[in-house]
């Protein structure tokens, strides 16, 4: 009887996360193998690794998390196996968050896979691959929408304070993060989630992520706010060059999931366990416009999508398995019919 309990137990570890990790490995092996080795590394990851020499609580083009995690390469040695390990492995835990959200969701295991392959297999490849702050800052997105789905569900105040803790190393990483942050508070005053605003773990929180903040806030007045500068030469040098339209467009090639990603919205108001959770939807809509209006490089809206692939290969394997009758537990022949779907 214990052996059997044993076995089960081993059989329930190996359904759950035995995929888990295949999938993860799977991640770690393409960031490698899809670098040609003749190639050196891009401008930028110069600069970044060069920062960690002249530390700093702040620098003119980002924050100084990159240049934490360059201090940390030259401490494993300097080579370029770290440069790269960083960049997949942050892409790897975007991998592991998905599956939480589709957790949350109640999502089968042909849920995850198919929300890690859309990910797995799409324009992460290529961010993934650079040792810049894009790759922790779609992590980064992907954890505020995992704690605040947390928080909503259970109210809990440990989750507002871990996210305080989460959206201030966010912004250390890339200030971009500031309009996913202004996008989460309009699409929570658009839905009945905006109690949240009324609780005291809120405030707390929020106070918590300014004093975390603190070392940044003065190094920019001491300095005379750098990033306006830098925001101001971007937008003469590059963006002025992009159209809102250009900007959106480009998001059609980021939405790998065509069919997934856009049944989510059709999920929120049909799908009776997405209701609570409008205001992502919500979210997901004015982040995107305000990265328009801002003439935004395509790119930026990146930290949006894991969340829409977990939550509508959620609904997808809903339908699937109401409508069509072909919830099987051979798991390939699921994605293989996902995907010839969207095609």
């Known amino acids: 009887m214990i052996g059997s309990k044993k076995r089960n137990l081993i ?33 930028d990851e110069f600069l970044y690794l060069d920062q960690a020499f002249h530390p700093a609580a702040g620098y003119v083009s980002v924050p100084p998390f990159t240049s934490w995690i360059a201090a940390l390469i030259y401490l494993l040695g300097d080579g370029l196996f770290w440069v790269r390990f960083f960049p997949a492995l942050f ?53 505020i929408f995992y704690i605040v789905i947390k928080y909503v569900r259970t109210g809990h105040p440990r989750w507002m304070l871990l996210l305080s803790v989460i959206v201030a190393l966010a912004i250390y990483n890339k200030y971009n993060v500031l309009f996913l942050i202004v996008g989460l508070f309009g699409g929570l005053l658009l839905t009945p989630q905006r109690w949240i605003f009324a609780k005291k773990e ?57 069919v997934i990603s856009l049944v989510v919205f059709v999920g929120f108001f049909l799908y009776k366990p997405f209701r609570p959770y409008r205001f992502i939807g919500w979210t997901f809509v004015i982040t995107i416009m305000l990265y328009a209006f801002a003439h935004a490089k395509g790119y930026y809206a990146l930290g949006l999508y894991p969340v829409i692939f977990a939550m509508g290969s959620v609904y997808w394997e809903k339908l699937l398995k109401k409508k069509i009758g072909i919830y099987r537990s051979d798991t390939c022949c699921f994605v293989r019919y996902s995907f010839s779907s969207l095609g």
Do not use: C
Not at 130 to 142: A, G, H, K, M, R
């Open 202 to 258: 809120f405030f707390i929180a929020l106070g918590v992520s300014l004093i975390l903040l603190l070392p940044n806030i003065i190094w920019q007045i001491q300095n005379h706010f750098p990033v306006i500068h830098h925001l101001n030469a971007l937008n003469e040098k590059q963006l002025v060059h992009i159209s809102s339209s250009d900007f959106l467009l480009g998001q059609f090639k980021y939405l790998m999931g065509g």
């Open 91 to 143: 892409g790897a835990l975007v991998i592991v968050f998905i599956w939480f959200i589709v957790d949350e969701f109640d999502g089968g295991l042909h849920a995850k896979i198919l929300a890690a392959v859309l990910f797995i297999f799409s324009v992460y490849l290529r961010i993934n691959m650079l040792f810049q702050p894009n790759s922790f800052e779609i992590l980064v997105s992907t954890i």
């Open 11 to 43: 059989d329930l570890l190996l359904t759950r996360y035995g995929v888990l990790l295949l999938l993860i490995a799977v991640k770690f092996i393409l960031q490698y193998a899809m670098v040609n080795p003749v190639y050196e590394l891009h401008r």
